[in-house]
């Protein structure tokens, strides 16, 4: 299962790659944010919906389960896509929150967004845009679908190594623990230990 998460992983950075070269030319619609201090939300479950495109820090998608407890979904490093899908298309609030948890090594954190009506335009312009994004969602539900499946905490430590090996290490590090844990499913404990076996390369 993890072979296949981690090709479908591949599919997603090959089209969001994509994706981010066609929109190059018109970064004239795309609005420029430096997110000071750590912890700013970009999307709230109430806040109007955005695309947005991380260029230096880190940030944290996360919902709240039954019990009030926030949950962390995905992290999003730079060179990422934020792409609330639903939302986005019937122009609803997002159903999750999204905020900058580590700047860059300069404090700041550049985040580009871009509007429901600019992204009509971008999408006026660019006429396989609607193709790719669709791709791209496809890939992502079914990636999440395949990663609820398998992660029961039993394979977070290949997950976590795979996250450090291709992320740099020095903003990585940045990530509180409670966030990580909540992000593989398993305790702080368990992460703690998970994290101390990677560093003696066990």
């Excluded at 396989?128 to 539900?141: F, G, R, V």
């Amino acid at each position: 299962m993890l072979d296949v998460i981690y090709a479908l992983e591949k599919k997603i950075e090959v089209i969001a790659n994509e994706i981010k070269e066609m929109v190059k030319s018109d970064l004239d619609l795309f609005e420029k944010q430096k997110c000071k201090p750590e912890h700013k939300l970009l999307l709230t479950t109430v806040s109007a919906c955005k695309l947005y495109y991380i260029d230096k820090g880190i940030a944290r998608t996360y919902t709240h389960d039954m019990n009030g407890e926030d949950v962390t979904v995905r992290f999003t490093f730079p060179g990422g896509l934020i792409i609330p899908y639903i939302s986005f298309i019937e122009k609803l609030p997002p159903l999750f929150n999204v905020e900058i948890i580590r700047n860059s090594l300069s404090n700041i954190a550049n985040v580009y967004s871009v509007d429901y009506n600019n992204w009509q335009i971008l999408l006026q312009r660019h006429p396989n845009l609607h193709n790719m994004l669709e791709k791209h969602a496809i890939y992502t539900l079914y990636k999440n679908y395949c990663k609820h499946v398998h992660n029961n905490g039993c394979n977070a430590k290949k997950v976590y190594e795979k996250m450090l090996r291709e992320n740099d290490p020095v903003v990585t590090s940045g990530i509180p623990l409670k966030y990580l844990a909540s992000y593989f499913n398993i305790s702080r404990e368990h992460l703690s230990d998970m994290r101390g076996k990677i560093s003696k390369g066990l």
